[in-house]
């Protein structure tokens, strides 16, 4: 079994930064992508960001210039999100993702199970 670890959410005033990290653990090959999504009350569930095993990056439109998704140089089993600058509209669960390669060779997906972040004054 794998499984995504998140931490880092909470509460924040607008224009604070949060960093959002998330950590595989359990027995597998090697990570592929890792995204961040998000899924606010009401709307559906949304990519934040991705990171390919090579470092490639991707970013919402909405969050751009804002958020830097970065992986662990060592184990590359690791990734994070910084934020800056949060606006209310940025209020969601923010669920980590990753594409797993089990030593069997099957790729798979993941989910965690998602952190709040609020965006309040």
């Known amino acids: 079994q794998v499984n995504l670890g998140e931490s880092g959410g909470g509460l924040v005033q607008p224009g604070g930064s949060l960093r959002l990290s998330c950590a595989a653990s359990?027995?597998?090959?090697?990570?592929?992508?890792m995204a961040w999504y998000r899924q606010a009350p009401g709307k559906e569930r949304e990519l934040v960001a991705s990171?390919?095993?090579?470092?490639?990056?991707?970013y919402i439109d909405s969050m751009k210039g804002r958020l830097t998704i970065s992986r662990d140089d060592d184990a590359k089993n690791t990734v994070s999100l910084q934020m800056a600058s949060l606006r209310p509209e940025d209020t969601a669960v923010y669920y980590c993702?990753?594409?797993?390669?089990?030593?069997?060779?099957?790729?798979?997906?993941?989910w965690g199970q998602g952190t709040q972040v609020t965006v309040s004054s």
């Open positions: 993702n990753a594409d797993v390669v089990r030593y069997s060779g099957r790729l798979q997906n993941y």
């Open positions: 359990g027995s597998f090959f090697s990570i592929g992508t």
């Open positions: 990171i390919t095993s090579s470092g490639t990056t991707t």
